[in-house]
């Protein structure tokens, strides 16, 4: 790889690292093509980049940027995801592949810029995604004015139960 290749890797990790809400630097080191075309295939489903990249691309690549902290840690063979809309999105599919494949391991990642251990990511990865919560609190939000609108109806449902006891009663008599 020449040093113009080298520069055209780090400036794409750059912008995508710059654009990622979240990152994590899982080991896949013992993983067959097969199966990190697996991994990169279910990350894709998800709005996820998944990259391998040599360690000192990522240092650089990640220098300035929200996830920069991460450089420090880089060892060994590594390989990024990025995750751009839903952080636990990107948790779940890496926490999934990890129970299912021994050999893939979570090693850190970075949440908007605050440091996670790996079993941060599989604590983020237990949370519920972006449409379930935006589900629980419309489904909370609607609440309120049902329970409001099912009072008044009691209210007046009791009401008409009154009045026709009364006339029950008038006509009995």
């Known amino acids: 790889m020449n040093r113009q290749e080298k520069a055209q890797i780090i400036e794409q990790l750059h912008k995508k690292a710059a654009r990622a809400s979240i990152a994590v630097v899982t080991d ?26 040599k360690n000192t691309l990522a240092r650089l690549a990640l220098k300035d940027t929200d996830h920069g902290e991460l450089s420090e840690h880089l060892k060994e063979n590594c390989a990024i995801a990025l995750g751009y809309d839903d952080p636990v999105a990107l948790a779940k599919t ?11 391991a979570l090693r850190f990642g970075s949440l908007e810029g605050d440091f996670l251990d790996s079993d941060g990511v599989k604590e983020l990865a237990k949370m519920p995604s972006k449409p379930e919560l935006l589900s629980s609190v419309l489904g909370t939000m609607q609440a309120v004015p049902r329970n409001f609108v099912c009072l008044f109806a009691n209210i007046e449902r009791k009401f008409l139960y009154a009045l026709t006891a009364i ?3 008038k006509e009995a008599a």
């Open 28 to 53: 896949f080191k013992g993983l067959t093509v097969e199966e990190i075309t697996q991994l990169r295939a279910k990350c894709y489903e998800v709005g996820v980049d998944y990259q391998v990249v």
């Open 94 to 104: 890496l926490a999934e592949f990890d129970r299912t494949n021994k050999k893939f």
């Open 167 to 169: 006339k029950e009663q």
